[in-house]
């Protein structure tokens, strides 16, 4: 059964159960008060029989004229010989109970054959010598409660046929939005996951449900595309992965072939080989880690080996690993550091691989000759700030939060892909941000770009204890 027919038909019960509780009331009320009426007013014309018949005059129906609903006044003996009886045609129909005489003074309804509900009231009272029996007739008290009855059953009924349709429109108008959002909800376990449901006013709670659902929707929407973006992007990646790790073996097979195949190779020729094999080498050893490095941080499985750290030597000995480098590529370095350096907490090895990638990119990305790179580093306020500047290439302002995703380079990576797979910054900022850093980059198009990095300094406590 449908939420809709359920709430109407419990409505509906609901206000049929009022609506019967107000009319069983009012009938109850109403019958209680007429049945005193029908005994005060037998009651009254009793004394007014035994009242007359006190002061000696004989009763008439004049005697009764205040009463519009007289019916049979008998006058008794005290052996209970009818002396007196007056009374209307319908005097006939009032069957007396046997025992009225034994029970004077107690006034009690009285039924007549062939029509339901009490008829008449009658009551036996004792008089000067005898007794004085009264009826009155109820027959208007209870065609009013027939048809109170009947008028209550009717206009319930039209009330409550009224309230169920109300209730059904209502019903049908509130949950419109419901059926809605079943619908929408089939679209999108069809696949479609564009689909939303329609606005509703924003106050109603199907408005806010709405609300809730179109935003949990679009969410959805967003990380769907964002995985797609993802796989994409390691579908392209895994292309050029293979790519990179096809090239530096073609060449160290090749290599090693000639350098196997002519065993007597002059030793200049030989150096030459061997020096590109090893370069091949580190190239794919390179490639193969990042990946590894990639794998390991994504899953939540990379150690960390926290120390207190001299950023200074970091950075020296991230200048000497790439020193070679620079010279092959005409860069200069220069590295600016400060005499008292705070202290930081961090895992060192981490922060040279940031430093490699850093430098390394700004000797890739220098694209003039001379180039030049400086490293620097300075407090500022609670954290440590290291920068690596280049006079390079530079980075767009669209590109530069873009280089920070994984396997991303800058600018149109179809016509001029840079070497390297793009993982570098996204590495970096995973390890800076795992000691509650920051990395970033500002740069103009063909003037260089400034890389940025924060770490918390420690002090105190702190460094006491994680020395
Ligand atoms: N100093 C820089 N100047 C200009 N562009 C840069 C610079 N550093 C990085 N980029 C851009 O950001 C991209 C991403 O750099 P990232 O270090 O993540 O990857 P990569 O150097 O291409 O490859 P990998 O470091 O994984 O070998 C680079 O490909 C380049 O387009
Ligand atoms: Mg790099």
Known sequence: MSIRLKVTLATV??????????DVTTFILLSDYFDRRAAASVRQVAHTAVETLGSGHRLTLETFASSDRLVLVEVLSPKGKVLQRLGTSEAGKVLLPSDLLSHPGRARSIEVPGSRGPAFEVIAVPAKSGSVIAAVSVKNEVSTLAHLFRLN?????????????VALVVLTRSLRPLRQIATTADAIAAGDLSARVAPAPRRSEIGRVETALNRMLAENEAAFAQRDATEERLRQFLADASHELRTPLTSIRAFSEILGDNPRLD??????????????????????????????????????HSSVIDMREVLEDSATAVSQLFKERNVKLTVEVPQNVPAIVADRDRLVQVMLNLLSNAAKFCGRTPGAVTVSLAPQGEFLRVQVTDNGIGISAADQEVIFEKFRQAGDTLTGKPQGSGLGLYISRRIIEHFSGRIWVTSRPREGACFSFTLPIVRGPALVKAA
């Open 153 to 165: 059953f009717t206009v319930g009924g039209v009330v409550l046929g009224l309230l169920a349709i």
């Open 267 to 304: 030793e200049g020729e030989r150096a030459k080989f061997l020096g590109i094999i090893v370069k091949e080498s580190e190239r794919l050893t390179r490639l193969i880690n990042q990946v590894l490095d990639l794998a390991k941080i994504e899953s939540g499985a990379a150690e960390w």
């Open 13 to 22: 019960a609901i206000a049929a159960l009022a609506v019967g509780a107000v």
